[in-house]
């Protein structure tokens, strides 16, 4: 079992940015980040796998960016022009079994989650 541990999100106002990393406890392959907001389903934002191919939500592509030091074992996710509507939970997640990498059911391994909160 991998432990993930998120960094500490933050606040900022509308058009602004924000790079949120994981640090994973070992080896990990393809990972993800994820969101949820209360009374929503958790919605995936942003995978990558071990070749290094990206996958965005609709929502957040052109403004999110998903990268991985594979040596360091820490996943990043760096979001720029942050809109109010970004404001949620974000979790990482890895443990991929394959299907939707932005699935949340195809992950096995999950982060505690740090907030973010975009103000206008």
């Known amino acids: 079992q991998v432990y993930l541990e998120e960094s500490e999100g933050g606040s900022v106002q509308e058009g602004g940015s924000l790079r949120l990393s994981c640090a994973a406890s070992?080896?990990?392959?393809?990972m993800a980040w994820f969101r949820q907001v209360p009374g929503k389903e958790r919605e995936g934002v942003a995978a990558?796998?071990?070749?290094?191919?990206?996958t965005y939500s609709d929502s957040v592509k052109g403004r999110f960016t998903i990268s991985k030091d594979t040596e360091k074992r820490i996943l990043y996710l760096e979001m720029n022009n942050l809109k109010p509507e970004d404001t949620s939970l974000y979790y990482c997640?890895?443990?991929?079994?394959?299907?939707?990498?932005?699935?949340?059911?195809?992950?096995?391994?999950w982060g505690q989650g740090t907030q973010v909160t975009v103000s206008s």
């Open positions: 070992g080896s990990v392959y393809s």
């Open positions: 997640a890895a443990g991929w079994r394959g299907g939707d990498r932005l699935q949340e059911s195809q992950y096995s391994a």
């Open positions: 990558i796998d071990t070749g290094l191919r990206t």
